[in-house]
C-alpha cells in the first residue's frame, strides 16, 4: 500500500527525518523511475540481496533510470540528510547495499550494455550482473575481467577490485576499467578516468563505493572464445608421478 502521509526516515545523525507527502511527490515529479514503499508491487524483490540473513529494512527505494533520476535522489538525500545506500547486484555479503530505514537506490533499472566492438570497449550500467555483461561482450567474441558467478553485481564488484576467470590472464576487474560516470555527494555527474579526476578514479578502482553513485563503467574487452576450455582435469591416481612432474615443469 502506497503512503499517503509521508514518512518517516532514517537521518545520517542516526536520528530519523520526517518527509511529507509533499516531498515525496516533488522527488517523484524529478525522477522517472518509480519510488517504491514497503508493500508495493516489487518492494519484495527492490529489498531482496544475497545474504539473506541481513534483516536491515529501507523506508523508500529509488529506481532510477539514469544519472538524471541519481543526482535528483542524491540532492533529496544531501537536502534532507538522509541515510542512503545504492543497490548494484545486492551481493555484498553484511548488506551493504540497504540502508536500514533509509533511502536505498537500487540500480536494477539500469542495466544496458553497449558494446563498441572496433575500439574493445563497453559501456556497462550500475545495475548490470556479471552476466549481462558476458551476454552482450560474446556476441563480439569479446570479454573483460568479472568474477565467478554470473548473478553478482558489476558495481560492487568493480568498486571493489573484482577478480574471475580472466583475471590471471588480463589483471583485475579495475585494471581493465577505463572510465566511469559517476554522481557526487554534491549532486554533480562527472567522469573520472586516468587523466581526469584521477585520484577519484584511484580511488574508486578497490575503495569499494561510497565515493559516490557510479551511473556508468567503461570497459575495455579482450578477444575470449566465443570457444573455451575449462573445469576439472582428472587422471587416475597411478599417473601421479608423471602427472606431477609435468605440473611442476610447466609451471
Ligand atoms: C556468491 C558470490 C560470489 C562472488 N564472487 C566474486 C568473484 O568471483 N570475484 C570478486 O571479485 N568478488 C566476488 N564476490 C564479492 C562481490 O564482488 C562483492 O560482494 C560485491 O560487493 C558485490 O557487488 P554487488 O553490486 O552485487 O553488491 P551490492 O551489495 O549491491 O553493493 C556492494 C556495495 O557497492 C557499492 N555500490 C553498489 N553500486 C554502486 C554504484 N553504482 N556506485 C557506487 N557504489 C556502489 C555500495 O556501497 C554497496 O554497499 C562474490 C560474492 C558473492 C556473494
Not at 508491487?41 to 544475497?50: F, N
Not at 566492438?117 to 561482450?137: E, F, K, S
Request: hydrophobic fraction near 40%; charge should be negative.
Amino acid at each position: 500500500m502506497r503512503a499517503t502521509t509521508g514518512i518517516r526516515i532514517a537521518s545520517l545523525d542516526g536520528g530519523t527525518v520526517e518527509v511529507t507527502q509533499g516531498e515525496l511527490d516533488t522527488l517523484d515529479a524529478r525522477v522517472e523511475g518509480p519510488l517504491v514503499h514497503p508493500g508495493d508491487e516489487g518492494w519484495d524483490d527492490a529489498v531482496l540481496i544475497w545474504n539473506r540473513t541481513v534483516a536491515k529494512v529501507p523506508a523508500l527505494i529509488v529506481q532510477p533510470t539514469s544519472a538524471r533520476d541519481v543526482t535528483a535522489a542524491v540532492d533529496f538525500a544531501r537536502r534532507g540528510g538522509i541515510l542512503m545506500s545504492i543497490k548494484g547486484g545486492g551481493h555484498n555479503i553484511a548488506g551493504t547495499s540497504l540502508a536500514e530505514r533509509g533511502l536505498t537506490l537500487d540500480m536494477s533499472r539500469m542495466r544496458r550494455v553497449t558494446v563498441d566492438p572496433d575500439v574493445r570497449l563497453a559501456n556497462v550500467g550500475p545495475g548490470c550482473l556479471l552476466r549481462d555483461v558476458d551476454r552482450a561482450t560474446q556476441e563480439h567474441g569479446l570479454a573483460t575481467v568479472l568474477g565467478f558467478v554470473s548473478e553478482t553485481g558489476v558495481a560492487g564488484l568493480t568498486l571493489g577490485g573484482g577478480f574471475g576467470y580472466l583475471t590471471r590472464r588480463f589483471g583485475w576487474a579495475v585494471d581493465n576499467l577505463e572510465e566511469v560516470e559517476i554522481v557526487t555527494a554534491a549532486g554533480e555527474t562527472v567522469v573520472a578516468n586516468r587523466e581526469t579526476n584521477a585520484e577519484l578514479f584511484w580511488g574508486l578502482r578497490g575503495g569499494g563505493g561510497n565515493l559516490g553513485v557510479v551511473t556508468r563503467f567503461t570497459f575495455r574487452l579482450h578477444e575470449v572464445g566465443p570457444t573455451i576450455t575449462g573445469g576439472l582435469i582428472l587422471w587416475s591416481a597411478d599417473r601421479a608421478d608423471e602427472v606431477l612432474r609435468t605440473y611442476r615443469d610447466l609451471t
